[in-house]
């Protein structure tokens, strides 16, 4: 820490976990990891502290038109200036991350290794800055302002460690020759200590005559004079006998101790020399802390923006328009990370227009496997782009600031809490109706498919008058459903906009267009998807019988829920239908099959003509 500011949550957009979660965010729903995440299609940073910095700005999109200016224009002057985007992204290849690197220092943590890394990072930055040569300032200065080299930081550690050092200062040589007259002292008396011997032996072999003689050294006994046995009797009266061997004696002497304790003394003396000169400069360094803190915020602020520029330039993405008004209006909009996983030109974009007193909410109606969620989810990221400050993958884009995303899509369950999956569904969507403001988006994928049909539609179209009619709500929607009957909600609702997804029918076979158009439809081709994913034939074949049979009696017909309707469903509690008590008294064991049969056929009989009546 190096000072505390405050800051209010009233700048940011609040973008929940059930939000980050259903927009893949960070984390891909099928992986759990970045892989087919938005996070992964616009994170081109090369340095730790860019991926933080971006990390950090996606969880808290701005809520302020000038600070999000601020950063469009600095991506806007990379994406315009190729040549520069490159170089810096190239030099910023050499910088490591320099918030924990300087940390570590300060904390008294740090390696002999890691400070030479903090030294090669701060040597890239002359580079960086004269790659910025020109820059604009209006664009740029807001934050260049931290790119201030630390040349006296760089010269002290490469005056002071060797650019190859060891792990750590005890385990060999870190500091470098000529920093310490006293440690280069001693490391000559510990380099000379080989040729000392050399000379030793050869000395000793010339008084005492005996050719075998060797000087030698262990960790157990240290140095020593080594005599075989046959030459014992020539050996001077002044070898004092230290160890014997089968083959022979080992001896010191006077001189010989003499210098062990020197060379001994002078290597412990070199690992605690060394340990404090290491420690010395990086208490050093660390008093550049702050400023190197600064220049490592300057140093993602660059990586962020040339790499979102990088992106942009890369996908096609435009400079969206951010104003206040309660509008969002998108040309040719695409998914982010869709559009990634498919052969360049085959994803179809789509337009959106939401405003407050004129498209306050879109009801969309279309099949399965059409598109839908990747339309309510595309609007969503879009908006959530644009706030953080980047280009946005689409023709055009102008969004009046969003203060929430709100999102209820997909079926989950919460065994542990003993919430079943339409329980889940409903807090999420209470949590929506009683939060939402007129100037958050809702991106809402089914309500109420977790219960009967007309439960159901019912509390489907109740959240969307409550959303449209309620004053302190009339956020921006888009409802996707594959109730047809919410279309009739644009004939009483003024703000109310239907749209549906275009499929086209040869031959027998629906082809989706993934195009979206005004109007609703009243088909699902669910039996369709039944049959892409391999159902049996006689699944489908009997689902269609049935489909067509409900299609003739039991089909509501579009409009305002009837009382009459409701009443068509089985009562969870209460008195059982004449059919089910037959049902029930049927002696089944003393049955033949043809008995069986028989029997059946009268009961749905029965049961015909009970609801035609």
């Known amino acids: 820490l190096t000072h505390l500011t405050t800051y209010t949550t009233d700048s940011f957009m609040v973008l929940d976990e059930q939000a980050r979660r259903?927009?893949?965010?960070?984390?891909?729903?099928?992986?759990?990891?970045?892989?087919?995440?938005?996070?992964?299609?616009?994170?081109?940073?090369?340095?730790?502290?860019?991926?933080?910095?971006l990390r950090r700005w996606l969880g808290q999109p701005l809520l302020e038109v000038d600070a999000i200016n601020r950063r469009l224009d600095a991506v806007?002057?990379?994406?315009?200036?190729?040549?520069?985007?490159?170089?810096?992204?190239?030099?910023?290849?050499?910088?490591?991350?320099?918030?924990?690197?300087?940390?570590?220092?300060?904390?008294?943590?740090?390696?002999?290794?890691?400070?030479?890394?903090?030294?090669?990072?701060?040597?890239?930055?002359?580079?960086?800055?004269?790659?910025?040569?020109?820059?604009?300032?209006?664009?740029?200065?807001?934050?260049?302002?931290?790119?201030?080299?630390?040349?006296e930081v760089v010269d002290l550690i490469s005056r002071a460690v060797v650019d190859d050092p060891a792990a750590s200062p005890s385990e060999g040589k870190v500091v470098r020759d000529g920093f310490s007259e006293e440690l280069d002292r001693l490391r000559r008396i510990a380099t000379d200590a080989r040729q000392y011997l050399a000379a030793l032996e050869q000395k000793e072999r010339e008084r005492t005559g005996i050719k075998s003689l060797k000087v030698g050294f262990n960790n157990v006994f240290g140095y020593y004079i080594e005599v075989s046995r046959p030459n014992l009797k020539q050996v001077p009266p002044d070898y004092v006998r230290k160890q014997t061997l089968a083959n022979g004696e080992r001896f010191f002497t006077a001189e010989l101790?003499?210098?062990?304790?020197?060379?001994?003394?002078?290597?412990?003396r070199i690992e605690e020399l060394e340990t404090s000169l290491f420690r010395q400069v990086c208490q050093q360094v660390a008093a550049a802390a702050e400023r190197i803190l600064t220049l490592a915020g300057a140093l993602a602020h660059l990586d962020v923006f040339s790499s979102l520029a990088e992106t942009a330039v890369r996908y096609?993405?435009?400079?969206?328009?951010?104003?206040?008004?309660?509008?969002?209006?998108?040309?040719?909009?695409?998914?982010?990370?869709?559009e990634r996983s498919l052969e360049a030109g085959r994803f179809v974009p789509n337009d959106t227009y939401l405003a407050a007193d004129d498209a306050q909410l879109i009801v969309l109606t279309g099949p399965n496997m059409s598109g839908k969620s990747t339309y309510l989810r595309q609007v969503a990221l879009i908006v959530l782009l644009a706030q953080i400050g980047s280009f946005v993958p689409a023709e055009s884009a102008r969004i009046g600031i969003v203060d929430r995303i709100f999102t209820r899509i997909g079926a989950r369950d919460d065994?542990?809490?003993?919430?079943?999956?339409?329980?889940?569904?409903?807090?999420?969507?209470?949590?929506?109706?009683?939060n939402a403001t007129p100037r958050s988006l809702i991106i809402l994928d089914e309500i109420g498919r977790g219960t009967s049909t007309y439960d159901g539609l019912s509390i489907a179209r109740a959240v969307a008058e409550y959303i449209h009619n309620c004053e302190r709500v009339r956020a921006r929607t888009v409802f996707a459903t594959h109730y047809h009957e919410?279309?009739?909600?644009?004939?009483?609702?003024?703000?109310?906009?239907?749209?549906?997804?275009?499929?086209?029918e040869e031959g027998g076979k629906v082809i989706f267009l993934h195009k979206i158009v005004p109007g609703g439809?009243?088909?699902?081709?669910?039996?369709?998807?039944?049959?892409?994913?391999?159902?049996?034939?006689?699944?489908?074949?009997?689902?269609?019988?049935?489909?067509?049979?409900?299609?003739?009696?039991?089909?509501p017909a579009a409009g305002p829920v009837r009382k009459e309707m409701v009443t068509l469903q089985l009562p969870l509690f209460g008195q059982k239908s004449p059919v089910e008590e037959e049902?029930?008294?049927?002696?089944?064991?003393?049955?033949?099959p043809l008995q069986a049969l028989n029997r059946l056929y009268e009961l749905k009989k029965k049961a015909s003509e009970r609801q035609k009546s």
């Open 22 to 53: 259903n927009l893949e965010v960070f984390r891909g729903a099928r992986s759990g990891t970045v892989e087919g995440s938005l996070l992964s299609v616009i994170d081109g940073t090369v340095t730790p502290a860019g991926g933080r910095l």
């Open 76 to 151: 806007g002057w990379f994406t315009g200036n190729h040549l520069s985007r490159r170089r810096v992204i190239e030099a910023l290849r050499n910088v490591a991350d320099l918030e924990r690197l300087i940390n570590r220092v300060r904390s008294g943590i740090a390696t002999p290794r890691e400070l030479i890394t903090l030294k090669r990072s701060l040597e890239a930055v002359p580079g960086i800055i004269a790659s910025l040569e020109g820059a604009d300032a209006a664009a740029l200065g807001w934050f260049t302002g931290g790119l201030r080299p630390c040349p």
């Open 257 to 268: 101790k003499e210098y062990e304790a020197m060379i001994l003394n002078a290597r412990d």
């Open 316 to 338: 096609r993405y435009v400079r969206p328009v951010l104003d206040e008004s309660h509008v969002i209006d998108i040309k040719q909009g695409r998914h982010p990370v869709v």
């Open 415 to 434: 065994l542990a809490a003993g919430q079943s999956t339409f329980m889940v569904e409903m807090v999420e969507t209470a949590s929506i109706l009683n």
């Open 486 to 504: 919410m279309v009739s909600l644009a004939d009483y609702l003024p703000r109310v906009r239907n749209f549906n997804v275009l499929v086209k």
């Open 521 to 555: 439809v009243d088909k699902s081709y669910g039996i369709h998807v039944a049959e892409l994913a391999g159902l049996p034939r006689a699944v489908l074949e009997r689902a269609r019988e049935i489909l067509a049979e409900l299609e003739k009696n039991g089909r």
């Open 583 to 592: 049902l029930l008294n049927l002696d089944i064991d003393g049955m033949t």
